[in-house]
T-cell receptor, first 108, second 110 residues
Framework: AQRVTQPEKLLSVFKGAPVELKCNYS??????LFWYVQYSRQRLQLLLR??SRESIKGFTADLNKGETSFHLKKPFAQEEDSAMYYC??????????FGKGTRLHILP | SQTIHQWPATLVQPVGSPLSLECTVE??????LYWYRQAAGRGLQLLFY??????ISSEVPQNLSASRPQDRQFILSSKKLLLSDSGFYLC?????????FGSGTQLSVL
């Protein structure tokens, strides 16, 4: 069965330190993977998707099929990065399945 | 441009009362539509999704149901709410692998 796992509920990082939000998936086939972000009092919104290999707000994520991972990374954390982050997978029926989310807290 | 409307924003209902949350999409046709619930400590949970009028797939057996009476209208319902139905409900639509969310409904069942 398709599954997205985010092992950390809460991640606290000092400002300026590197950030890595972990995401592992279970899927038979070639997955389409995404990261969504929800800032305080705002709507959930798309941050990036692996197919476009883009960098948004300094974040990147690389699909590692061998490790079935899609970790989200940023070299230097900023206070405005504090938010809830969701990893998601789209399956062959076009359903989008989310992980349970990781709350990123940037410490001053 | 496409927009998604979801209402109400907040709702307080007694146990055993009915529920109807509505979601409409503008600026697109035949969207895939979704209902998610964001419960404390459980993250985002897919409840229902629909690929067309009258076509509803349920992901989690529960006290809720969904209907799609029109192409761009998606309704989440319950005949009798339970305490465990409390949570934050999000409607969403997808196009070209992107998912767009409504502003959500905070439901408190007392």
């Amino acid at each position: 069965a398709q599954r997205v796992t985010q092992p950390e509920k809460l991640l606290s990082v000092f400002k300026g330190a590197p950030v890595e939000l972990k995401c592992n998936y279970s899927y038979s086939g070639s997955p389409e993977l995404f990261w969504y972000v929800q800032y305080s009092r705002q709507r959930l919104q798309l941050l990036l998707r692996h197919i476009s290999r883009e960098s948004i707000k300094g974040f990147t994520a690389d699909l590692n099929k061998g490790e079935t991972s899609f970790h989200l990374k940023k070299p230097f954390a900023q206070e405005e990065d504090s938010a809830m982050y969701y990893c998601a997978l789209i399956d062959r029926d076009d359903k989008i399945i989310f992980g349970k989310g990781t709350r990123l807290h940037i410490l001053p | 441009s496409q927009t998604i409307h979801q209402w109400p924003a907040t709702l307080v209902q007694p146990v055993g009362s009915p529920l109807s949350l509505e979601c409409t999409v503008e600026g697109t046709s035949n969207p895939n539509l979704y209902w998610y619930r964001q419960a404390a400590g459980r993250g985002l949970q897919l409840l229902f999704y629909s690929v067309g009028i009258g076509q509803i797939s349920s992901e989690v057996p529960q006290n809720l149901s969904a209907s799609r009476p029109q192409d761009r209208q998606f309704i989440l319902s319950s005949k009798k709410l339970l305490l465990s139905d409390s949570g934050f409900y999000l409607c969403a639509w997808s196009y070209n692998e992107k998912l767009f969310f409504g502003s959500g409904t905070q439901l408190s069942v007392l």
